[in-house]
């Protein structure tokens, strides 16, 4: 008996570890409230039912700037209990951070977090360093965001981007993306 409960031993677990597959959990839907998707509609200037939402969570912020602190602000420590979320609207993707409420919000495109990333790794220093002192929606003349890069061929066709404005160290920084930050580009900076 004992040697049967061997063999198939044996001969089940090469099965289930070939196949490699576990049950995979479920995602844990997060319902918004009213008031944070009314804060959202408002915000973008745009009717709810024309936001798409792609990913939302819930989380605790260190401080009152939602973690997403602008130049001139000052941001108290403290826990702020809320939500965040990945949105597209109009071609472009946004991350928001809101409170329970959505009296507190901050909605960003996704090309802020990728231009923020790009100054960090080129300063060498952590992204929380970086701070936005303004995204403005701007249409690029060409595939290269209106700047000659050298070796790059630039197709005549107007791209939608941001010209997003930085600051670390007191210098800023403005870079040019497309809409979803998958092309940075540094334009210039100054102290």
């Known amino acids: 008996m004992r040697r049967i409960i061997i063999a198939l031993l044996l ?5 289930t570890a ?8 479920e995602p844990i839907k997060v319902e918004l409230p009213v008031g944070v998707v009314d804060s ?25 700037c939602l973690g997403l602190p602008s130049v001139d602000e000052d941001c108290a420590d403290m ?18 951070r809101s409170d329970q409420s959505g ?19 080129r300063l060498n220093i952590n992204p929380e360093f970086v701070r936005w002192v303004s995204i403005e929606k701007v249409d690029w003349p060409d595939s290269c965001l209106g700047l000659e890069q050298p070796g790059i061929n630039c197709n005549m066709v107007i791209t939608p981007g941001f010209r997003i404005l930085l600051e670390s160290g007191g210098i800023i920084f403005v870079f040019r993306t497309d809409l979803t930050g998958k092309q ?8």
């Open 11 to 15: 001969f089940v677990l090469p099965l």
């Open 18 to 25: 070939c196949t490699g597959q576990r049950p995979t959990p």
């Open 40 to 64: 959202l509609s408002r915000n973008l200037k745009v009717e709810a039912t024309q936001i798409e939402f792609n990913k939302v969570t819930e989380l605790d912020y260190s401080n009152t």
């Open 79 to 96: 826990v702020i209990r809320g939500y965040q979320g990945i949105i597209s609207l109009e071609g472009a993707q946004y991350e928001f």
């Open 103 to 121: 009296e507190r919000m901050r909605i960003v495109p996704i090309a802020l977090k990728a231009a923020q990333s790009d100054l960090a790794k």
């Open 184 to 191: 940075t580009v540094l334009e210039m900076f100054s102290d």
